[in-house]
């Protein structure tokens, strides 16, 4: 048996399916891709405001760039080493985190992004994200839906 996240409780009647783990990879790749484009956008705010103000182009600075790599830094870093706790399938239910699972009844469309997949419930969608191949994870999530209703 699997080592379980401390989150998750096995009902008597209910069977593990698989472990999803969240891939950490995809997440450096991700945040490192919204950096550059916040970097992207301040400088580029920088420069619009100096042609507004009719000054000489000063750009972003040395010291403004140092100050936010002291604040961002830190954050990126926490986000980045911080553990993620795998998702949970059995044969009646996804567990997502310790507030929310889906019945597996409940579950409509899965949609497949590049990095994510989302679940169309009864209620609001869910998202698993930073997958490295979310079709695979639709097809088993598929597949242990489809082996439920035939039981």
């Given at each position: 048996?699997?080592?379980?996240?401390?989150?998750?409780?096995i009902?008597?009647?209910?069977?593990?399916?698989?472990?999803?783990?969240?891939?950490?990879?995809?997440?450096?790749?991700?945040?490192?891709?919204?950096?550059?484009?916040?970097?992207?956008?301040?400088?580029?705010?920088?420069?619009l405001?100096?042609?507004?103000?009719?000054?000489?182009?000063?750009?972003?600075?040395?010291?403004?760039?140092?100050?936010?790599?002291?604040?961002?830094?830190?954050?990126?870093?926490?986000?980045?080493?911080?553990?993620?706790?795998?998702?949970?399938?059995?044969?009646?239910?996804?567990?997502?985190?310790?507030?929310?699972?889906?019945?597996?009844?409940?579950?409509?469309?899965?949609?497949?992004?590049?990095?994510?997949?989302?679940?169309?419930?009864?209620?609001?969608?869910?998202?698993?994200?930073?997958?490295?191949?979310?079709p695979?994870?639709?097809?088993?999530?598929?597949?242990?839906?489809?082996?439920?209703?035939?039981?």
């Open positions: 048996m699997l080592p379980l996240p401390p989150h998750v409780t009902r008597p009647d209910e069977h593990l399916v698989a472990l999803i783990h969240p891939d950490f990879r995809v997440q450096t790749l991700w945040d490192a891709l919204l950096t550059t484009l916040w970097l992207i956008l301040g400088v580029m705010l920088t420069i405001l100096d042609q507004a103000l009719d000054r000489a182009w000063s750009g972003l600075g040395p010291w403004l760039l140092l100050t936010i790599a002291f604040f961002v830094g830190p954050m990126l870093a926490q986000r980045i080493l911080a553990p993620r706790r795998p998702y949970v399938l059995t044969d009646m239910r996804l567990i997502v985190d310790a507030q929310t699972e889906i019945a597996l009844a409940r579950m409509g469309r899965l949609r497949a992004w590049p990095t994510s997949l989302v679940l169309q419930t009864d209620g609001d969608p869910v998202s698993l994200t930073h997958l490295i191949n979310p695979a994870v639709a097809r088993l999530i598929h597949d242990t839906l489809a082996t439920t209703r035939r039981a």
